[in-house]
């Protein structure tokens, strides 16, 4: 995300802030893993072995689940970037938001 603007235009930028799950590039995607004792989380996937497997959520937490504890791993059509987010800016607040990402180089 640090060069976010290097590789995207603004057009780019805005139309994923305004619509966070249209497009989600690979190191982004969300996975909703599943349990034995039925929990269910969602994150991206930081780690996967036999021992363990490591999401971080969309509070950038890490959620660390034993490998033998695991049911199930499915991909997720959503991001953890939460729809609607531009609602709760300001027009100038949104303008000044796209400006930064579009100057991340």
Do not use: C, H
């Not at 805005?14 to 590039?25: F, G, I, Q, R, T």
């Not at 890490?62 to 987010?85: C, F, H, Q, T, W």
């Amino acid at each position: 995300m640090t060069t976010i603007g290097k590789v995207r235009t603004r057009s780019e930028l805005l139309d994923s802030l305004l619509n966070p799950s249209a497009k989600v590039e690979p190191q982004f995607a969300t996975y909703n893993v599943r349990t034995k004792d039925e929990k269910t989380y969602t994150g991206v996937l930081v780690k996967r072995d036999e021992k363990q497997l490591v999401l971080r959520d969309a509070e950038n937490k890490e959620i660390a689940i034993a490998g033998d504890e695991v049911e199930s791993v499915r991909p997720s059509r959503l991001s953890l970037m939460p729809d609607g987010l531009l609602s709760a800016l300001t027009p100038q607040d949104a303008a000044d938001l796209l400006e930064y990402l579009a100057t991340r180089r």
